[in-house]
């Protein structure tokens, strides 16, 4: 089973008007089968550049999901905990950019109404809850007041902070004001590759000490810096990130339909290539179904109400 807390499949079919049943992207209803999916993550991912109202733009994206999931004999929209069950694919739907909050706390309630339970701070840009850690231009800038608030209300309402893209300094202080544990939905080991993206040791382990986890990106630039994202570049995170603060800290973010290098795993229905590459370097049954299911599943029913 795979629970991967990263994709950006919404906003193509946003965009090209296709649909998620069957598509040509990295992830589809029947590639999804195919994996055996147990639960998804799809981010509303809203490039606030270029988008006239990002709160608009994440509503349509939510829109485009919910008819979609509707038309679906397999996938159902997850919001509570006990929604997560192994005769169905559970759905669920985050944001990829704080910024669609548009610094009002009654549009965070208007979106988890709506189903969202969880949200990546920023992207690449500042908004009105912190700042990103893009070329590492704000690294120890931490979070704006407003962004405090909206740690608060996530823990209280049953949310994952996703801090994945935010800046350093903004990390910890999720850490310092979450009660909950977080995610960094979609990040890798700085140490192995040293791109702004991923995460330190120092912050690998403060994210152990939280209980969270960290969803391994496949996009080669994050991965080892080079054109194509391989396997072998996957299991050397894994291996460092279990070494350094063990196998409990990692999950898959796959970060699918949002990254363009060409991939070893060219699709979700492909996963059975890593599982193979871990089994290669002696990783237990248990150890491979915490990578791919467990810890996720684990963290999203700490939080997220039953
Ligand atoms: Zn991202």
Redesign the pocket.
Known sequence: MIFDL?CDTILKIYQDNTQLKTNDYHISEDKMKKAGSLAQFF?M?VDMQKVADPYVTCNEMIDVFDREVAKSQVIKKGTAASDIAEDHITGIITI?EGGVLKGEMKNLLHFYERGVRSI?LT?NYENEIGYPNYEFTYKDKGLKPFGIEVVKKMNELGMLVDV??LSDGGFYDCIKYSTKPIIAS?SNARAVCGHSRNLTDDMILALKENGGVMGINFCSQFLDGSYLSKVSSIVEHIKYIKNLAGIDIIALGT?YD?IRCDLEISDISKMAMLKQALENEHFTQEEIEKIFYKNALRVYRDVVLA
């Open positions: 990263h981010a991912f990829e990546v992207w994945s893209h979609h970060d949002g």
